[in-house]
């Protein structure tokens, strides 16, 4: 049903992500329903769900859809600040990382001081989450 990603990622492996049965059922419904208008970030989301750790909703959990997120990416050395949402939220309300998006699909599941590289028009980005939950 989804499209292959044939990216290859050089020099990191994937960390492990834990995301909670709630996010997990949500996130896997916007993938496949993303997958005719956004076939990449349907597959991305796809291959991250597919290898994720799922606990239930209550158990603690990486990076979780609602929460507030302190991130880095590339080697800016700027600290980012946001809130993992969905698509539903007002585009480009102040501090919202949609889940539909590049920098939100890296996000869910991730723990603090792990990293994960994606290609971005042909660039290699990496996000590295430093800290989450509050």
Do not use: K
């Not at 991250?48 to 302190?70: F, I, T």
């Amino acid at each position: 049903m989804f499209p292959e990603i044939s990216t290859v990622f050089p020099s990191l492996p994937l960390p492990e992500i834990l995301i909670n049965s709630d996010d997990y059922n949500r996130v896997m419904l916007l993938a496949e329903r993303s997958f005719h208008t956004m076939p990449y970030v349907s597959a991305y989301l796809e291959r991250e769900l597919n290898r994720a750790e799922v606990c239930e909703p209550w158990h603690p959990a990486g990076v979780s859809m609602g929460q507030r997120v302190m991130f880095r990416l590339d080697d800016e050395p700027r600290v980012r600040l946001g809130r993992l949402t969905y698509p539903n939220r007002p585009f480009g309300e102040r501090g919202n990382v949609p889940i539909l998006g590049p920098v939100g699909a890296a996000l869910i599941g991730m723990h603090r001081n792990s990293s994960i590289e994606w290609l971005d028009e042909g660039n290699t980005r990496t996000l590295t989450v430093l800290d989450y939950g509050w």
